[in-house]
């Protein structure tokens, strides 16, 4: 006697290719199987967009972040002038300090900075600015300031004036070859009281961080420079570290803090950032449950598709079950139709998402042209364009989200079919 055929033998597939691709006058449900697999296309693709543009805004904000912004910033906890009562903060013994930190393993820079805010003028514009005060040799060190590619004019000139943002510079109206005002409240001590010191500058660099908030308020300008300005003669205001391995800054506190000096502080790139990594990861996991969702509810339509073509081959089920095919048969070829319309749907979908995050910005820049431009605000959104960055994990879930939904909800119809009571199916045939 015969054994039983192996699962998913070849006319099992023959049958459920047979329903999958016969009409509706025929007992079959294409234009519901059409639904479905648009569906399941664009729940997939809408997933995998999703999360390509989540993992490039996260990329692109930490990676501008860490290439334009200390890792750590090392400052005194401050102590109390008697005769002011003002916190007096400064680093006095900053080329020391500097030493030791630099000798802490997995440190790779160390700059003293002299930091302050001021106002800058050029003719008839103003802007409200940050200064730092910072050397040539560490200035060239700092990725996304020091960039030829993005930069404007000759860094090695920095000794000879500032370098501002593309931001500063848009704002004051001004060029490389440019000379602009840097005014300080905090300036000339005189016995009429403290009068502001203004002097000019030459513009000598121009540098495009590609984080609005950087580019727009931040000047840098030479060391000895900034200290004889903001009179700060021997002094630093803060050390600016670089280390390593920026993810694992907070387990190197203790050894910086040690290096620095009982009276300094630390405070590093995640605490700066931290509540906003955190509100995107917020955002990014529930964002994944409402488009996980949205798959669902693509993945039911196969549901629907495969009740009507189970109720309209109702006679074939009976046919099919007196000829000799088991339960398990008859669950296969209905578990096959519904499945081969979620992997069609989930190849499709994955295609076109890849494709949008490979050319999202000629799409973005067809967006903008239609939309009348404007569509994306830099000051509001802190970066300059729409990044995706596809990754390969974010692809797996996505197809494992897909195929492990539209398989499921395809068992209960399928088992539907499988358990149909032959007899029942022929009485009125």
């Not at 920095?158 to 070859?177: D, K, N, P, Q, T």
């Not at 502080?265 to 990861?281: N, P, V």
Request: charged content about 20%; some cysteine.
């Amino acid at each position: 006697m015969a054994g039983s055929p192996a699962p998913f033998a070849p006319f099992e597939w023959m049958i459920a290719w047979r329903y999958l691709r016969a009409k509706r006058a025929e007992g079959g449900v294409s234009v519901m199987t059409w639904i479905s697999l648009i569906g399941i296309t664009l729940a997939v693709f809408a997933l995998i967009a999703t999360l390509a543009v989540r993992s490039g805004f996260r990329a692109e904000f930490v990676d501008t972040i860490l290439g334009s912004n200390a890792h750590v910033t090392i400052y005194n906890a401050g102590e109390v002038d008697a005769v002011t009562g003002r916190v007096d903060r400064m680093l006095e013994d900053y080329d020391a300090m500097a030493e030791r930190v630099r000798a802490v393993p997995g440190v790779t820079r160390v700059a003293p900075l002299v930091k302050a805010q001021v106002m800058a003028n050029a003719r008839d514009r103003n802007a409200g600015v940050q200064i730092f005060g910072i050397t040539l040799e560490n200035l060239k060190t700092i990725p996304r300031i020091a960039n030829p590619e993005t930069g404007q004019g000759d860094i090695d000139r920095f000794g000879e004036g500032l370098a501002i943002g593309s931001g500063v510079a848009r704002e004051l109206g001004v060029s490389v070859g440019d000379r602009i005002k840097i005014i300080s409240p905090g300036g000339v001590k005189t016995a009429f009281g403290t009068s502001p010191r203004v002097n000019a500058y030459d513009v000598v660099y121009i540098f495009t961080a590609g984080r609005y908030d950087i580019d727009r308020v931040r000047i840098y300008m030479p060391f000895a420079e900034a200290q004889s300005f903001f009179n700060r003669e021997g002094q630093a205001d803060e050390l600016e570290v670089m280390v390593e391995r920026p993810e694992t800054v907070g387990n190197m506190g203790l050894d910086l803090i040690r290096a620095a000096g009982d009276r300094s502080l630390i405070w590093t790139w995640q605490d700066a950032s931290g509540g906003f990594l955190r509100a995107l990861e917020v955002e990014d996991n529930v964002m994944f449950i409402i488009l996980s969702i949205l798959v669902l509810i693509a993945a039911m339509n196969i549901t629907s598709g495969l009740i009507m073509l189970v109720k309209n081959k109702g006679r074939d089920i009976g046919i099919l079950r007196t000829m000799g095919l088991t339960e398990g048969s008859v669950l296969r070829v209905f578990f096959i139709c519904g499945a081969f319309t979620g992997i069609i749907g989930t190849v499709f979908g994955v295609i076109l998402g890849c494709l949008f995050a490979i050319y999202i910005d000629p799409i973005f820049s067809m967006v903008n042209y239609l939309m009348g431009g404007q569509v994306w605000d830099p000051s509001i959104r802190g970066i300059y364009h729409l990044p995706a960055k596809l990754e390969l994990t974010d692809v797996i879930s996505a197809v494992a989200l897909s195929l492990g939904l539209s398989f499921i909800v395809t068992i209960f119809p399928a088992r539907r079919a499988a358990r149909m009571n032959p007899v029942e199916a022929l009485r009125y045939e």
